[in-house]
C-alpha cells in the first residue's frame, strides 16, 4: 500500500516460503518496506536474531541491507532502489528454521520518480570527484544547509515538528541534524518521547523499544518528504563505556553500542540519512577510534553502504585531528567552531582542513548558536569577560567565516531553544529566552537563506580561500576570510570595517563589484579601473564584496547587470511565498507580471520606473491553488519567462 511514510508491502505470513511473490511496486530512491511475521517468538530479538536482504537490480546491480525488529512478531526491511526496472530481493535468517523469516524471494517493479523532491529525483549524497562538497547522486552540486534541532526526537509533538520544517522548508534548509536518543539525558529507561514511549524495554539496555522509533520515523520521512538529509547521531560519545564518568554513570557497553547501531541502520536503510558517530568529544585513545571505526562499519553494513558517514569531535577540534584517509568509512570531515561570537578557530579549523594532505570535504557541524550566550552561560558563570547573546551578526561572521575559508560542503545553523527543544513541559539548559516554536523565527536563520543563495550564485563548489589577496585593511576585526574561483573574488567584510584593499586579478583590466547585504541580498553594482581593489564599504554594518573579472562578467549569472537578467525564483517549489531578483543595467519601466499556464494574470508584482541595480520581489502564492506558474519580465527592450511551481 502506498502512505505518506513512503511504499510499504507486506509478504503475508502464510506464504510458502519457496515462492516467489507478485510483482511489487516502488519509485527510485524512495523509502520502501518488506514486512514479515514470525512464526515464534525471542527473548531478545535484537541480541538472537541477524535478518539479511540481498537485493538484485537491473545489469547485476546489488544492496544488501539488515532487518530488524518492530514488536510482537513483525520484521522488517527497509531499503531505496536508485534505478528503475525489476529487482529480485531474497531475506535469510540466522534461525534457518523460522520459514517466515528465512528464505523469502519476491520481486519489485521500480518506477522513475517523476516529482520535484531533488533527492528523490536526483539520488542521495556522494562526494564530489575532487573531495571538496557534496553532490547528489546525479553529480550535481549539493550545498548542505543544515540546522541543528538535536533533542527534537523527544521532546515534540508532531504539530510543532511539522510547523518547524514547513519554515526551515521556505528559507531553503535541506539539512536536520538530530540525535536518535538525547544528547543530555539518559535516565534509567532512556529518554521518553512525548507520546509515552521509552527508548529501552529494560534496565540491561539491550533490548530497544520499537514503539519509540515510531515518531522518529515519522519525523525522519516528513523531513525526507520535504526535501532534507537527516543527519543522524545514533550514540552520543559520552553515553558509551569509555567515556564514563566516574562510578555509577549509565553507559552502553561495547556489545549495547552495536546493537543499536544495527537497529538504526536497518531501520533508516531506506530513508534519505546521513550518519553522524560520536558526538562533542575526542577520540585520541586507540580503543576509542577502533570503536568509532567498528560502530561506523556496523551502521553502514546495516544500511547497505549507501550512506555517508562523519564524526562529531568537540569544541575547538575537528575529526582530521583523529581519522584520516585511512579510514575509509569516514566520507567527510566535520569540525566544531563552538559557541563563541568570533572566535579565531571558526577560519583557522576551515582552513586547516583545506590545506590538510589527508583531504575529504569540510562542514562546520556546530557554530555558535543564535541568543545563546557567548560560550555558553550566562555572566558570573564563565571566565571569559564578554558574556553577552549572540546575535545573527556573529552568526553570519563565523558563516562566511567558514565557507570562504575552505569548509566548501555548507554550513549548520543554530539556536538556543531549537538545539534542546525547549518547551514549557521540558524546558531546555543554557537559559533559552525562546521556546523551540518562537526560536524558529530568530533573523538569522532568514540570513542562511541569503548565504545560501550567495553560495549557488557563486558556485562555492569551485572556489578556493585567497588570503594572500588581502593587501591592508582598516578595521576592528583582524581577518577577513576571501575566496576566489579565478573569475571572481568573494569577502566577507566583518563590521566596523573602515576599509580594505585587495590585489587585482592577474592580468585584469576593469572588474565589477557588488556590495551584497548578508542579511537582506540586497545589492548594487559599480566599477573598479585597473590595479590594487581599494573599497569601502557602505556603512559599518557587515557586508559581502563580490569582484568579477570584466571581460568575463557578461556572461556570469552571478549578477549580471551589464544586462537585464531574470533569475529563477527561490524557493521553487514553494509555499506559499517565494522571492524573484531580476537586475536592471539601465534605468528602464518594468513590469513583472505572474501567469497562469494557461496565461491567465494572477498577479502584477512590479510596474514601475527603476533606475539600475539588482532587485527583489515577494509573491505571495497564499490564494491560488497548488500549480504551474509563470512570471514575466517586460521593458522596452527586454522580456523574459521562467516557470514556478506552487506546492501546498
Known amino acids: 500500500m502506498l502512505s505518506r511514510f513512503g511504499i510499504y508491502f507486506t509478504i503475508l505470513s502464510f506464504w510458502p516460503a519457496h515462492l516467489i511473490c507478485q510483482a511489487l511496486q516502488a519509485t527510485t530512491n524512495r523509502m520502501a518496506q518488506v514486512t514479515l511475521f514470525s512464526s515464534r517468538s525471542y527473548e531478545n530479538p535484537h541480541k538472537d536474531l541477524a535478518i539479511d536482504c540481498q537485493l538484485l537490480g537491473p545489469a547485476g546491480m546489488t544492496m ?38 528465512h528464505g523469502i524471494h519476491g520481486q519489485i517493479n521500480v518506477q522513475k520518480y517523476a516529482g520535484s523532491n531533488l533527492f528523490y529525483a536526483k539520488g542521495s549524497l556522494r562526494v564530489s570527484a575532487n573531495a571538496r562538497h557534496l553532490t547528489y547522486g546525479d553529480g550535481d552540486p549539493f550545498f ?31 539539512a536536520l541534524q538530530i540525535v536518535v536518543m538525547s544528547h543530555q539525558f539518559f535516565p534509567e529507561y532512556g529518554v521518553r518521547n512525548r507520546y509515552g514511549a521509552d527508548f529501552f524495554m529494560s534496565k540491561n539496555l539491550s533490548q530497544l523499544n520499537p514503539r519509540y522509533f515510531d515518531y522518529l520515523d515519522r519525523i525522519v520521512q516528513a523531513a525526507n518528504d520535504s526535501g532534507f538529509v537527516v543527519a543522524l547521531v545514533p550514540l552520543w560519545a559520552g553515553m558509551m563505556q569509555y567515556y564514563a564518568q566516574g562510578p555509577g554513570s549509565r553507559t552502553l557497553t561495547v556489545e549495547q553500542s552495536l546493537l543499536l547501531a544495527r537497529y538504526v541502520g536497518a531501520r533508516y536503510a531506506g530513508s534519505n540519512v546521513l550518519w553522524i558517530v560520536g558526538g562533542d568529544n575526542e577520540y585520541f585513545a586507540t580503543e576509542k ?6 560502530f561506523a562499519r556496523t551502521l553502514t553494513n546495516a544500511s547497505g553502504d549507501d550512506h555517508l558517514v562523519t ?59 543564535e541568543d545563546i550566550y557567548n560560550n555558553l552561560w550566562q555572566p558570573g558563570d564563565t571566565t571569559q569577560v564578554r558574556s553577552f547573546r549572540i546575535d545573527a551578526t556573529s552568526v553570519r561572521q563565523s558563516s562566511y567565516e567558514s565557507l570562504l575559508s575552505g569548509a566548501l560542503v555548507g554550513m549548520t545553523y543554530g539556536a538556543n531553544g531549537i538545539w534542546q527543544w525547549d518547551t514549557p513541559e521540558l524546558p531546555g539548559t543554557h537559559l533559552p529566552r525562546y521556546s523551540a516554536v518562537e526560536a524558529k523565527n530568530l533573523p538569522g536563520s532568514s540570513h542562511m537563506t541569503i548565504l545560501k543563495d550567495i553560495m549557488a550564485k557563486i558556485q562555492w563548489y569551485n572556489a578556493t580561500p585567497a588570503q594572500n589577496l588581502l593587501v591592508d585593511l582598516r578595521s576592528q576585526e583582524d581577518f577577513v576570510p576571501i575566496a576566489s574561483s579565478g573569475l571572481r573574488i568573494i569577502a566577507y567584510i566583518p563590521r566596523h570595517t573602515s576599509w580594505i584593499k585587495l590585489r587585482t586579478f592577474p592580468g585584469a583590466g576593469l572588474a565589477y563589484y557588488h556590495w551584497i547585504n548578508p542579511s537582506t541580498g540586497d545589492s548594487s553594482l559599480s566599477r573598479q579601473t585597473s590595479g590594487p581593489l581599494f573599497f569601502t564599504p557602505p556603512d559599518t554594518s557587515d557586508w559581502v564584496l563580490v569582484i568579477q573579472k570584466s571581460e568575463t562578467y557578461a556572461h556570469n549569472d552571478l549578477n549580471a547587470v551589464s544586462s537585464f537578467l531574470l533569475e529563477q525564483n527561490y524557493p521553487n517549489p514553494f509555499n506559499p511565498k517565494t522571492i524573484i531578483r531580476y537586475h536592471v543595467p539601465q534605468d528602464a519601466s518594468v513590469v513583472v507580471k505572474v501567469y497562469t499556464v494557461l496565461g491567465k494574470q494572477v498577479a502584477t508584482l512590479v510596474d514601475d520606473d527603476l533606475t539600475a541595480g539588482s532587485y527583489s520581489v515577494e509573491f505571495d502564492g497564499s490564494a491560488l491553488p497548488s500549480g504551474v506558474y509563470f512570471y514575466r519580465i517586460s521593458t522596452r527592450r527586454f522580456t523574459d519567462t521562467k516557470r514556478l511551481l506552487l506546492v501546498k
Not at 544488501?64 to 525489476?86: K, N
Request: one cysteine or more.
Open 64 to 101: 544488501h541491507v539488515a532487518g530488524f525488529w518492530d514488536g510482537d512478531s513483525t520484521y522488517r526491511v527497509r531499503f531505496a532502489l536508485p534505478i528503475e526496472g525489476t529487482w529480485g530481493y531474497t531475506v535469510t535468517c540466522n534461525d534457518t528454521t523460522n520459514r517466515r523469516l
Open 144 to 174: 548542505y544547509l543544515g540546522d541543528t534541532a538535536w533533542e527534537i526526537t523527544w521532546k515534540s509533538r508532531e504539530p510543532e515538528m511539522l510547523s518547524y520544517l514547513a519554515d526551515r522548508t521556505r528559507k531553503g534548509f535541506n
Open 289 to 294: 577510534r577502533d570503536f568509532w571505526a567498528l
Open 311 to 369: 564524526v562529531h569531535p568537540k569544541s575547538y577540534r575537528a575529526s582530521f585531528d583523529f581519522f584520516d584517509n585511512s579510514d575509509t568509512w569516514l566520507s567527510f570531515h566535520m569540525y566544531q567552531s563552538s559557541h563563541i561570537a568570533g572566535g579565531a578557530f571558526t577560519w583557522r579549523g576551515a582552513l586547516t582542513g583545506f590545506y590538510n594532505k589527508n583531504t575529504k570535504p569540510l562542514l562546520n557541524g556546530e557554530a555558535t548558536y
